[in-house]
């Protein structure tokens, strides 16, 4: 074997694990269906709006002819939304399938996300470019955005470049928003009676598009343990100088996945998780103070140092904030022109105080101005308030320190506080993917293609039994639209992929819920390390906790 000098090189050369089923010669593998689906909510709606993809079969690759894989085709592929550790992979696993049906198939790849289709943007693929990508980390190799298509002239744009590219199949790899753009498109394509068939891939680290069928989403392992490691060095700093409490933000736009899977990992002292605080119907005030409740606590033994994780999306299920973020999303869609035409803080406080409800409007006041102006910065394409620009871990500290500074005021003992603020987001979306991510990525993208060649469409790629050797892994399709549910976005219902949030049964909460007494008050840290791509398979390949909780 060549030399190799550093860790990219060195990636470039590993051969990713495929699970058996996938392996072999592609116009043996076929598809077994299941039942008709349902999709989880609304179904009246959805069977209306999706009146040609709604309700398809469960499919599940298995051996079979199918003849069809060797033909000349055409395909493109799309990078959506947010990065992730492995979309690479996901294109690398594709391209392989695609020339392993037939060498004289074409890959192209849409530039700058959705935006690209709508533009007839694209590169081909070689196996130059291919090459120069396996195993990395990031989505530059083609780039991604957020465009959601909604408008018709979008719709007739996207249908414009797959006639004139005589586009056989397109492969949207994307979060839930993504996919959701995916099941419209594909059953726009069936309306119009267009061939292009449509396949989604999960993506996100987030870890919020997920259900008994798909049991991750890629990026989430990597950047966890990225996240992770980052926590670990930083409960080993605290514990060594023992002076600073260090609130930490994780994203995950909404779900509490991340910070959860990183909690297991670190053993942290707190850990909010948003969908308690939304069970608990918890205030502000409530969290600040049992934050406090905690750092007293470890100060009367002398531990005036410690570690708060916080999930990106905490704000929005803080019972008054999340009125107040709901108001502001609807007022700020409806009343858009009059909005964007305020300039200052001061006058955008005014047309709140006659727009919002009391409550809100009062909730917002509350807040320190510098966080307050985050709330109004503005919405993504699909409508959402961008969580990852909302500094909830300096609301926090402030809030924490106001209240230690109350408490010792009337006589109780706090100890000394001093706190650093963090927060860990892009730092671990295009980290080069695990060895899990690497092999899941590419088995999707592969099994993409398996999905086209048997004329699917409005289909999202599906691996699974992933706690199990990569070579047992099973591999199939489950239909978008089993997947959606009616949403109230930009001020009115939408079809939507519905995100799936931390389960307050499931175990993996279950099992935090009954150490995190133990870890608030005596250190208990966990030093997880950085990833480690080369070993032993039970250091190297191991999967999140999460899924390793849940699966098992
Ligand atoms: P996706 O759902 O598209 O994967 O993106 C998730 C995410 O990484 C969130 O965790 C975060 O809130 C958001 O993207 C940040 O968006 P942006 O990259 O546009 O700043």
Redesign the pocket.
């Known amino acids: 074997m060549k030399s190799v000098s550093d860790l990219q090189t060195a990636r470039y050369a590993y051969k990713p694990k495929l699970p058996a089923v996938l392996n072999g010669a592609v116009e043996k593998l076929s598809l077994g269906f299941g039942k008709k689906t349902e999709a989880v909510s609304d179904k009246k709606e959805l069977k209306e709006l999706f009146a040609h993809t709604y309700g398809k079969p469960l499919a599940q690759v298995q051996k079979g002819k199918n003849p069809a894989a060797l033909n000349k085709i055409k395909a493109g592929v799309i990078l959506?939304?947010?990065?992730?550790p492995g979309g690479h992979n996901v294109i690398c696993g594709l391209y392989d399938g695609i020339k392993k049906g037939n060498e004289d198939s074409v890959l192209l790849g849409f530039k700058g996300g959705p935006s690209g289709l709508l533009e007839n943007d694209f590169i081909k693929f070689n196996d130059k470019i291919i090459d120069e990508y396996r195993n990395t980390g990031g989505f530059d190799i083609i780039g991604s955005g957020?465009t959601k298509i909604e408008t018709p002239e979008q719709y007739a744009a996207a249908a414009e470049t797959a006639k004139k590219n005589k586009l056989d199949a397109l492969v949207i790899i994307?979060?839930?928003?993504?996919n959701t753009n995916a099941a419209l498109l594909a059953e726009y394509f069936e309306t119009h009676k267009i061939k292009t068939q449509v396949i989604g891939v999960p993506?996100?680290?987030?870890g919020d598009l997920k259900n008994a069928l798909i049991e991750t989403s890629f990026?989430f392992d990597t950047a966890c343990k990225t996240y992770s490691e980052l926590i670990g060095n930083l409960a080993r700093d605290a514990n060594s100088a023992k002076k600073y409490w260090h609130f930490i933000k994780l994203?995950?736009?909404s779900a509490s996945h991340i910070a959860l899977e990183c909690a297991l990992q670190t053993q942290p002292n707190i850990c909010l998780i948003s969908e308690e605080v939304e069970a608990n119907k918890s205030t502000l005030r409530q969290i600040t103070d049992d934050i406090c409740a905690v750092i007293a606590k470890r100060a009367e033994g002398g531990e005036n140092f410690g570690l708060v994780l916080i999930p990106?999306g905490l704000v929005e299920f803080i019972p008054e904030m999340k009125t107040l973020i709901a108001e502001l999303n609807d007022k700020m869609a409806l009343k858009k022109d009059e909005f964007e035409a305020l300039h200052d803080f001061e006058q955008k406080k005014a047309w709140l105080r006659a727009n919002l409800s009391p409550q809100s409007f009062n909730a917002f006041d509350a807040l320190p101005a510098a966080i307050a102006a985050q709330f109004l910065a503005d919405r993504?394409p699909h409508g959402n308030v961008?969580?990852?620009r909302i500094d909830t871990e300096k609301l926090l500290a402030l809030a924490v320190e106001k209240r230690l500074a109350e408490m010792k005021k009337a006589g109780n003992y706090c100890g000394k506080f001093s706190s650093y603020t963090h927060f860990f987001?892009?730092e671990g979306?295009c980290a080069f993917p695990s060895n899990f991510d690497a092999d899941y990525c590419y088995s999707l993208g592969f099994n993409a293609f398996i999905l086209i060649a048997n004329g699917l469409t409005g289909y999202l790629s599906s691996v699974r039994n992933l706690v199990k050797p990569a070579k047992e892994w099973t591999a199939g399709g489950v239909p978008l639209t089993m997947m959606m549910n009616m949403e109230q976005r930009h001020g009115s219902k939408k079809p939507v992929i519905k995100k799936a949030l931390v389960e307050l049964k499931g175990k993996p909460f279950k099992k935090f819920a009954s150490q995190r007494e133990k870890w608030a008050i005596k250190t208990s840290y966990l030093f997880p390390g950085a990833i480690q791509y080369f070993g032993p398979s039970e250091v190297c390949d191991r999967p999140s906790k999460t899924l390793m909780l849940e699966q098992n």
Do not use: F, L, N
Not at 80 to 84: D, E, R
Not at 174 to 178: F, H, I, P, Q, T
């Open positions: 959506s939304g947010g990065q992730a957020r994307g979060g839930d928003d993504s993506k996100t680290i987030d990026g994203m995950g736009r990106e993504d961008q969580v990852s987001g892009y979306r």
